[in-house]
């Protein structure tokens, strides 16, 4: 089992739809909780760090489920713009951090 | 601008021979990161270093090697390059242990 899972997707979402994506780890231990985006041959970029009491910028959402070990993104009325692959990131303690493979997103006109 | 360079950013180069990647940062951070990113698998880490000549491996170590003799530079050496170290690699640095990572804009390399 990988430490940390994503769905691959790819999701296919009007433009305006609301989209959500989970994330599972599997170290109880980990520590601090990111969602990054990168877009096609780019470098990941931050987008939201995830905190216990789950955390808004604008249209995304995030939260973090401690006891299920899971963490998810929420994104509200879609974007072109944010047709991407957004990454779960777990930082497990220490040096270690963990990236998910990514979901990748395509919204429609 | 997140203050972390790499280069080169493209590179081809034959089987068997060495290639170093060079990572530039210039805020002082402690912490530096090599990942590769291939499909289907993320990033992944490859070594990282907390300081001046402390280095360590991370999961997919075999086949490279890192030197970090000043704060702002961390190299990457593929020592004898092989193919399946096509990929593209990305340098990293954090701010402190438990922070978000800063990534360079990926070095792509192909061996042939």
């Known amino acids: 089992r990988k430490e940390v899972e994503q769905d691959p997707g790819p999701f296919n979402v009007p433009e305006g739809a609301t989209v959500a994506f989970n994330c599972t780890y599997s170290?109880?231990?980990?520590?601090?909780f990111f969602w990054y985006r990168q877009d096609c041959r780019k470098e990941p970029k931050l987008l939201m760090s995830?905190?216990?009491s789950g955390n808004e910028d604008g249209r995304f959402t995030a939260q973090l489920n401690r006891a299920s070990q899971y963490i998810s993104l929420l994104i509200r009325d879609s974007k072109l713009s944010d047709s991407a692959t957004y990454l779960c990131?777990?930082?497990?303690?220490?040096?270690?951090?963990?990236f998910g493979a990514g979901t990748r997103l395509f919204v429609k006109a | 601008d997140a203050g972390i360079t790499q280069s080169p950013r493209h590179k081809v180069t034959e089987t068997g021979t060495p290639v170093t990647l060079r990572c530039h940062q210039t805020?002082?951070?402690?912490?530096m990161y090599w990942y590769r990113q291939d499909p289907g698998h993320g990033l992944r880490l490859i070594h990282y270093?907390?300081?001046?000549?402390?280095?360590d491996k991370g999961e997919v170590s075999d086949g490279y090697s890192v030197s970090r003799s000043k704060t702002e530079d961390f190299l990457l050496t593929l020592e004898s390059a092989t193919s399946s170290q096509t990929s593209v690699y990305f340098c990293?640095?954090?701010?402190?242990?438990?922070?978000?990572?800063?990534f360079g804009q990926g070095t792509r390399l192909t061996v042939v």
């Open positions: 990131v777990v930082n497990t303690g220490g040096f270690k951090t963990i």
């Open positions: 170290n109880s231990a980990s520590q601090s």
């Open positions: 995830v905190y216990s």
């Open positions: 805020e002082n951070h402690r912490y």
């Open positions: 270093s907390y300081g001046v000549k402390d280095t």
């Open positions: 990293a640095f954090r701010p402190q242990e438990d922070t978000e990572a800063f």
